[in-house]
C-alpha cells in the first residue's frame, strides 16, 4: 500500500495539500520506460482537527486526536437511523495549517477545525465548516464522557485456587489472569453492572432482562469475552395498580459456569438479591474513571430512573432503589453507600434514603440532586450503558439543561444591567422601551425596584418533552449555531478514517466526517490480468464515460436537468439509472431537501448537463492499481491487501 508519492510531484498554481498526491498537480511515471506526464495525479483532501480535539472513544473516554492509534475503536453514528455505532480507526494523519474554524452552538458546545472540514447538519447532511451558517442545526452527541487514563496495574484474580477446568475455560478467553489492565476488564465493567440490576446468575446459567436491542448490545458485549448468548421472548401478563395488561418480556440467557462463576467471584450475589448480602466490589474503587463509568453505567441502565421532568421544565432528581430483607438492611445501606461515593468521584452529589419498609422488607434509594449543574455531570460524565431509551433522553437532557442555564445566565446578567441604569437615573419608561422586546414590564420593575437576583425561566421557554419531539433523532441532539470565527493558527491538524460505512466519528461532542477514497479489492493478480489488459481498458472507456470530452450517456433538456437537481437520485430510479436500495448508501439518501436549481447559474447548467451519467471530471478517477509494494503490511491487511501484485480498483 502506497502511503503517498516516494519520489516528486510537480504542484500547479492551485495546488494544496492532500493524501497522497497534492490537490492540483501532475505526476511523471516510470521515465525510462515510456512513460507518461499525468495531469490525473491528483489527491484527495485532508480536512483536520487541532491537538486537544476530544475524540470519543466507543468505552466511553475521550482521547486527544493526536493521541488516538490505528485499530482504536471510537463511536460514529449511523448515517441510517443516527444510532451510535462502533467504528476502527484505520488511518491518521497530519498536516500544517495556519488557520482554523471556531464552531459555538447556542447551548455552548465548541469545535475548532479547518475550513473544509465537515459537519453533520440536520437539512443538508455533511456542511464544510466555512460554509455553516448561523441558525443551522448540527448534530450533536452531547455525552462526553471522561479522560482516559491507563490503569495502575495490579491483580483481580489470580485463578490459581480455581477448579482445573473452570481455571482452563477462563484462561482460554483470555479473562485469566484478571488484571486492572486486562483488554476485556471494561466489558466485564459494564456486564457486572447491569447483572447487580436487572440479571441473574444461578448454577451455570446467567440471565438478563431488558428490551431486544438493548439485549442485543449485551450478546455482542459478551462475544468479546468469548461466550454466545441467545435472545428469548415471551408474552406475559401483568398486574399494576389494579391494571392486567400484556406485555412482550426479553430475556438473555447464557449457559456457562465459568461465566456464572467469574461474575461471582467478581462480587454478584447467586439467586434472589433481596436476600443475599453483596457490596460494590472492592476493586472498582481502584480503578481509573473510565472504568469506574462503566460499572456506574451498566448498573443505572438497569436501575437508574429515566430523565423525566415535573412540570416540562424542572426535572425529577432520578432514583434508583434497593429491596432487601429487613436483617440486611445495613447491607442494603452499604451498598448504596458505595454507590454514592463512586458518584462523588464525579462531582455528582447524591442522598440515601428509606423508601418504606414492612414486616418482612425493607427498601432504600438514592437520589441524585436535580439541580441542572448536578444532572448535566451525571448524564454527560456516566450516562446509561445498554439503555437506548435512557441513553436518548439523557442526551436530550444534557442539551436542554445548558439552554436553560444559559437563558437563566443571560437574565441575571440582564438584571444587573436593569438596576445599574435605574441607578444611573435613566428613567423607568426609558428603560422599559428600551428592554420591552426582551423582558416584560414585571421583569424590569422587579429588577429595579427590589434586590431580587435570581431569576426564573421565561413564559415560552419549549418544554422538554417537546423539545425531545423537535430536536431528537436516534441518539443525537440538533443544536443551532451561534458563532462561527476563522482564527490565525499555525502548527500541526489530526484526522483519521473510520473503518465502517458511516466514516464519522464524535469530536468535542460534534458529529464530524472523515476523509478517505473507495478502493475495491480483487481476488486477481497481475498476471491474471495481463493478458486481457487492452481488453479490459477498452471496455472500460467505452461503458464508463469520464464526462470529459464525449461526455456522458445521458441527454436532457435544461429544464430536465432541473428536476435532477430537485429529485436527486429519486429521478434516477424512475428511469431505471439506478436501484432504489441505493437511497440508503448515498449522503442524504441522494435527494437534498433544500436545493434550489435557480441557484445555479445557466453557464454552470450548461457545462454541467453533458457530464451527468459519466464518471465526472476534476479529481473523479476510476484506476486499475497493482499492488507493487506493501509499507504498512497490518493495514494492508486489515483491508484485504495481502500480496504484492494483487489488483485492486
Given at each position: 500500500?502506497?502511503?503517498?508519492?516516494?519520489?516528486?510531484?510537480?504542484?500547479?498554481?492551485?495546488?494544496h495539500?492532500?493524501?497522497?498526491?497534492?490537490?492540483?498537480?501532475?505526476?511523471?511515471?516510470?521515465?525510462?520506460?515510456?512513460?507518461?506526464?499525468?495531469?490525473?495525479?491528483?489527491?484527495?483532501?485532508?480536512?483536520?482537527?487541532?491537538?486537544?480535539?476530544?475524540v470519543?472513544?466507543?468505552?466511553?473516554?475521550?482521547?486527544?486526536?493526536e493521541?488516538?492509534?490505528?485499530?482504536?475503536?471510537?463511536?460514529?453514528?449511523?448515517?441510517?437511523?443516527?444510532?451510535?455505532?462502533?467504528?476502527?480507526?484505520?488511518?491518521?494523519t497530519?498536516?500544517?495549517?495556519n488557520?482554523?474554524?471556531?464552531?459555538?452552538?447556542k447551548?455552548?458546545?465548541?469545535?475548532?477545525?479547518?475550513?473544509?472540514h465537515?459537519?453533520?447538519?440536520?437539512?443538508?447532511?455533511?456542511?464544510?465548516?466555512?460554509?455553516?451558517?448561523?441558525g443551522?442545526?448540527?448534530?450533536i452527541y452531547?455525552?462526553?464522557?471522561?479522560?482516559?487514563?491507563?490503569?495502575?496495574?495490579?491483580?483481580?484474580?489470580?485463578?490459581?485456587?480455581l477448579?482445573?477446568?473452570?481455571?482452563?475455560?477462563l484462561?482460554?478467553?483470555?479473562?485469566?489472569?484478571?488484571?486492572?489492565?486486562?483488554?476485556?476488564?471494561?466489558?466485564?465493567?459494564?456486564?457486572?453492572?447491569y447483572?447487580?440490576?436487572?440479571?441473574?446468575?444461578?448454577?451455570?446459567?446467567?440471565?438478563?432482562?431488558?428490551?431486544?436491542?438493548?439485549l442485543?448490545?449485551?450478546r455482542?458485549?459478551?462475544?468479546?469475552?468469548?461466550?454466545?448468548?441467545?435472545?428469548?421472548s415471551?408474552?406475559?401478563?401483568?398486574?399494576?395498580?389494579?391494571?392486567?395488561?400484556?406485555?412482550?418480556?426479553?430475556?438473555?440467557?447464557v449457559?456457562?459456569?465459568s461465566?456464572?462463576?467469574?461474575?461471582?467471584?467478581?462480587g454478584?450475589?447467586?439467586?434472589?438479591?433481596?436476600?443475599a448480602?453483596?457490596?460494590?466490589?472492592?476493586?472498582?474503587?481502584?480503578?481509573?474513571?473510565?472504568?469506574?463509568?462503566?460499572?456506574?453505567?451498566?448498573?443505572f441502565?438497569?436501575?437508574?430512573?429515566?430523565?423525566?421532568?415535573?412540570?416540562?421544565?424542572?426535572?425529577y432528581m432520578?432514583?434508583l432503589?434497593?429491596v432487601?430483607?429487613?436483617?440486611?438492611?445495613?447491607n442494603a445501606?452499604?451498598?448504596l453507600?458505595?454507590?454514592?461515593?463512586l458518584l462523588?468521584?464525579f462531582?455528582?452529589?447524591?442522598?440515601?434514603?428509606?423508601?418504606y419498609?414492612n414486616?418482612?422488607?425493607?427498601?432504600?434509594?438514592?437520589?441524585?440532586?436535580?439541580?441542572?449543574?448536578?444532572?448535566i455531570?451525571?448524564?454527560?460524565k456516566?450516562?446509561?450503558?445498554?439503555?437506548s431509551l435512557?441513553?436518548?433522553?439523557?442526551?436530550?437532557?444534557?442539551?436542554?439543561?445548558?439552554l436553560?442555564?444559559?437563558?437563566?445566565?443571560?437574565?441575571?446578567?440582564?438584571?444587573r444591567?436593569?438596576?445599574?441604569?435605574?441607578?444611573?437615573?435613566?428613567p423607568?419608561?426609558?428603560?422599559?422601551?428600551k428592554?420591552?422586546?426582551k423582558v416584560?414590564?414585571?421583569?424590569?420593575?422587579?429588577?429595579?425596584?427590589?434586590?431580587?437576583k435570581?431569576t426564573?425561566?421565561?413564559?415560552?421557554?419549549?418544554?422538554?418533552?417537546?423539545?425531545?419531539?423537535?430536536?431528537?433523532?436516534?441518539?443525537?441532539?440538533?443544536?443551532?449555531?451561534?458563532?462561527?470565527?476563522?482564527?490565525?493558527?499555525?502548527?500541526?491538524?489530526?484526522d483519521?478514517?473510520v473503518s465502517?460505512e458511516?466514516?464519522?466519528?464524535?469530536?468535542?461532542?460534534?458529529?464530524?466526517s472523515?476523509c478517505?477514497?473507495?478502493?475495491?479489492?480483487?481476488?486477481?493478480?497481475l498476471?491474471?490480468?495481463?493478458?486481457?489488459?487492452?481488453?479490459?481498458?477498452?471496455?472500460?472507456?467505452?461503458?464508463?464515460?469520464s464526462?470529459?470530452?464525449?461526455g456522458?450517456?445521458?441527454?436532457?433538456?435544461?429544464?430536465e436537468?432541473d428536476?435532477?437537481?430537485?429529485?436527486?437520485?429519486?429521478?434516477?430510479?424512475?428511469?431505471?439509472?439506478?436501484?432504489?436500495?441505493?437511497?440508503?448508501?448515498?449522503?442524504e439518501?441522494?435527494?437534498m431537501?433544500?436545493a434550489d436549481?435557480?441557484?445555479?447559474?445557466?453557464?454552470?447548467?450548461q457545462?454541467?448537463?453533458?457530464?451527468?451519467?459519466?464518471?465526472?471530471?476534476?479529481?473523479?478517477f476510476?484506476?486499475?492499481?497493482?499492488?507493487?509494494?506493501?509499507y504498512?503490511?497490518?493495514a494492508?491487511?486489515?483491508i484485504?491487501?495481502?500480496?504484492?501484485?494483487?489488483i485492486?480498483?
Open positions: 500500500c502506497l502511503p503517498g508519492i516516494v519520489r516528486y510531484s510537480f504542484v500547479m498554481p492551485d495546488g495539500e492532500g493524501y497522497g498526491f497534492p490537490i492540483g498537480g501532475v505526476a511523471a511515471f516510470d521515465p525510462e520506460e515510456k512513460g507518461v506526464i499525468s495531469p490525473g495525479g491528483v489527491g484527495y483532501d485532508i480536512n483536520c482537527l487541532p491537538p486537544g480535539t476530544k470519543l472513544t466507543s468505552l466511553g473516554c475521550r482521547v486527544n486526536i493521541e488516538l492509534s490505528i485499530d482504536d475503536r471510537v463511536v460514529s453514528i449511523s448515517k441510517k437511523n443516527k444510532v451510535k455505532e462502533e467504528g476502527e480507526v484505520v488511518l491518521f497530519s498536516r500544517y495549517e488557520t482554523i474554524y471556531e464552531v459555538k452552538t447551548s455552548g458546545f465548541t469545535l475548532k477545525a479547518t475550513s473544509d465537515p459537519i453533520l447538519t440536520r437539512e443538508k447532511g455533511m456542511v464544510r465548516v466555512d460554509e455553516l451558517e448561523e443551522m442545526e448540527v448534530a452531547p455525552f462526553e464522557g471522561v479522560d482516559y487514563e491507563k490503569p495502575k496495574e495490579f491483580t483481580i484474580i489470580r485463578g490459581e485456587k477448579p482445573y477446568t473452570l481455571k482452563k475455560e484462561k482460554k478467553r483470555g479473562l485469566l489472569p484478571l488484571t486492572s489492565r486486562n483488554a476485556k476488564l471494561p466489558y466485564i465493567l459494564k456486564i457486572l453492572g447483572v447487580l440490576g436487572d440479571g441473574t446468575i444461578n448454577g451455570k446459567q446467567l440471565k438478563i432482562y431488558g428490551c431486544k436491542e438493548d442485543e448490545e449485551i455482542k458485549d459478551l462475544e468479546k469475552l468469548g461466550y454466545k448468548a441467545k435472545i428469548y415471551r408474552k406475559k401478563t401483568c398486574k399494576l395498580k389494579g391494571y392486567v395488561f400484556e406485555h412482550q418480556e426479553y430475556a438473555l440467557k449457559s456457562a459456569k461465566l456464572v462463576k467469574l461474575l461471582a467471584i467478581l454478584c450475589p447467586e439467586g434472589n438479591k433481596t436476600q448480602k453483596y457490596r460494590v466490589p472492592w476493586f472498582i474503587f481502584k480503578l481509573p474513571l473510565w472504568m469506574i463509568r462503566l460499572f456506574l453505567a451498566g448498573y441502565g438497569a436501575e437508574l430512573s429515566k430523565p423525566k421532568t415535573i412540570n416540562g421544565y424542572n426535572f432520578p432514583e432503589k434497593i432487601k430483607i429487613k436483617k440486611l438492611e445495613k445501606w452499604e451498598f453507600e458505595g454507590i454514592k461515593k462523588e468521584k462531582g455528582i452529589k447524591a442522598v440515601i434514603r428509606k423508601a419498609e414486616e418482612d422488607k425493607v427498601c432504600l434509594r438514592l437520589l441524585v440532586r436535580s439541580d441542572s449543574e448536578n444532572l455531570k451525571l448524564y454527560s456516566i450516562g446509561y450503558e445498554y439503555n435512557r441513553r436518548r433522553l439523557a442526551n436530550a437532557a444534557i442539551v436542554y439543561l445548558k436553560k442555564q444559559k437563558i437563566i445566565e443571560e437574565r441575571k446578567i440582564l438584571r444591567i436593569l438596576k445599574e441604569e435605574y441607578l444611573q437615573g435613566i423607568l419608561t426609558v428603560i422599559v422601551s428592554y420591552r422586546g416584560n414590564q414585571r421583569f424590569i420593575e422587579r429588577s429595579v425596584y427590589s434586590e431580587v435570581n426564573r425561566i421565561p413564559k415560552g421557554l419549549i418544554r422538554f418533552e417537546e423539545y425531545v419531539k423537535s430536536k431528537v433523532e436516534g441518539d443525537i441532539v440538533y443544536d443551532e449555531v451561534e458563532e462561527i470565527k476563522a482564527k490565525r493558527y499555525n502548527g500541526l491538524v489530526y483519521i478514517t465502517n458511516n466514516h464519522n466519528f464524535i469530536a468535542d461532542s460534534f458529529v464530524v472523515n478517505g477514497v473507495r478502493l475495491l479489492r480483487t481476488n486477481l493478480m498476471d491474471d490480468l495481463k493478458p486481457k489488459m487492452k481488453t479490459l481498458l477498452d471496455t472500460l472507456a467505452r461503458n464508463v464515460p464526462g470529459v470530452g464525449r456522458g450517456l445521458i441527454r436532457i433538456s435544461i429544464s436537468l428536476k435532477v437537481l430537485l429529485e436527486g437520485v429519486d429521478w434516477a430510479i424512475d428511469r431505471g439509472y439506478a436501484w432504489s436500495e441505493d437511497k440508503e448508501h448515498i449522503e439518501k441522494g435527494h431537501v433544500s436549481p435557480d441557484k445555479v447559474s445557466l453557464r454552470a447548467k457545462r454541467g448537463a453533458p457530464q451527468l451519467g459519466s464518471l465526472g471530471s476534476g479529481n473523479h476510476l484506476e486499475i492499481q497493482t499492488v507493487e509494494e506493501i504498512d503490511r497490518k494492508a491487511k486489515r484485504g491487501i495481502e500480496d504484492v501484485g494483487q485492486v480498483v
